[in-house]
């Protein structure tokens, strides 16, 4: 059974940066997708990114493209998610989540997900 543990969440001004980081326990594959989900209170859960284990092959949200980026450290077993310029709307609770096959902006997808951190934007 594959575990996974977000870490790095917490409150920023806007404008500022955060970094999410998962780290992933159990049976990893390296055909393995990781990617990151959000959820606003009210709101259904979107795919923010997506990373191949592997290949290093990714995927991003168009409301965040080139303000996060993702990235992964196969020696650590652990996936970053860097956001910088942050807004307000970036509040959220922030998932990490794995799949096999390919990056895949679709929820139901994903096999495996964390508890989630709280992200925080203030204006």
């Known amino acids: 059974q594959v575990q996974l543990e977000e870490s790095g969440g917490g409150l920023v001004q806007a404008g500022g940066s955060l970094r999410l980081s998962c780290a992933a326990s159990g049976p990893t594959a390296s055909n393995f997708v990781m990617g990151w989900f959000r959820q606003a209170p009210g709101k259904e859960r979107d795919f923010v990114a997506a990373i191949t284990w592997s290949g290093g092959l990714t995927n991003y949200a168009d409301s965040v493209k080139g303000r996060f980026t993702i990235s992964r450290d196969n020696a650590k077993n652990t996936v970053v998610l860097q956001m910088n310029t942050l807004k307000p709307e970036d509040t959220a609770v922030y998932f990490c989540?794995?799949?096999?096959?390919?990056?895949?902006?679709?929820?139901?997808?994903?096999?495996?997900w964390g508890q989630g951190t709280q992200v925080t934007v203030s204006s």
């Open positions: 989540a794995a799949r096999v096959g390919v990056p895949s902006p679709s929820r139901y997808t994903y096999h495996y």
